[in-house]
């Protein structure tokens, strides 16, 4: 699958009018591809093919494809070919200079955030400040129960550190929502573990592990891990 480019762009009322009998955006996903083509079908498709430097003397067309959203399984994707949205606009966005938000902002942007049709959204850091926490806890209440035409209910997620205080704060704050997910992590890079956690390896994994068991037992059904600074860590770490 291939990254859109401003040309490839199309409105809802042209999706409409190609495919009278697609549902449009958020109860249908959209998939863009770019094929070879011995032509250019349109100009629309010249640009695409001219966004990629790589291959000068190929042509390529742009084909849509819609599908209805899977039903949501917590850790798996029941079609293969459907691409999963998790948006954390509302988390490490935030952190970009400048882009500090209300939590008035934070839900007026999850409202909008479920109308196009997101799986995931990642609401905030709870354990950061109580401002967050509230934020966090208020997005679980409205948009974590609200349904969309298909019965659809958006997974609203929490991001905590590997710690029980962290994982408890982002439990007592999603756990309004219809889909809760906690979403903790830890830095799993050799320079990381040594410097910045003072930790082995062996250590490191076994923190992960039981803090997952322990969002767990909490009642959280949808636990995500991820490890922090992965593109250094060594691809056996939690293969074990």
């Known amino acids: 699958m291939a990254a859109v480019s401003p040309a490839s762009r199309f409105s809802a009322s042209q999706f409409s009018a190609a495919n009278p009998k697609a549902k449009p955006f958020p109860s249908s996903f959209i998939q863009f591809r770019l094929s070879p083509s011995r032509h250019f079908p349109s100009s629309s498709s010249a640009a695409a093919a001219a966004a990629v430097p790589s291959l000068p003397r190929k042509s390529f067309s742009t084909s849509i494809s819609c599908s209805v959203r899977p039903e949501y399984i917590p850790n798996r994707i029941s079609d293969p070919h459907y691409v999963r949205v998790f948006d954390t606009t509302l988390r490490d966005g935030e952190q970009s200079p400048g882009a500090t938000m209300t939590s008035k902002e934070k839900l007026d942007i999850a409202r909008q955030l479920i109308k196009l049709g997101v799986d995931v959204i990642e609401a905030g850091f709870p354990a950061a400040s109580k401002d967050d926490f509230e934020a966090v806890k208020a ?62 390896k062996e250590e490191v994994v076994e923190i992960a592990r039981s803090m997952v068991s322990f969002a767990r037992s909490l009642g959280c059904e949808d636990v995500e891990f991820s490890p922090e600074d992965a593109g250094r860590l060594e691809s056996s770490l939690f293969l074990s």
């Open 139 to 200: 997005i679980a209440e409205e948009i974590g129960n609200a349904v969309d035409e298909d019965g659809y209910v958006p997974v609203i997620c929490g991001l905590s550190r590997c710690n029980e205080k962290d994982i408890r704060t982002a439990w007592d704050a999603v756990k309004y929502a219809k889909r809760p997910r906690i979403h903790t992590f830890i830095a799993t890079s050799p320079i990381h573990m040594k410097y910045k956690l003072r930790k082995s």
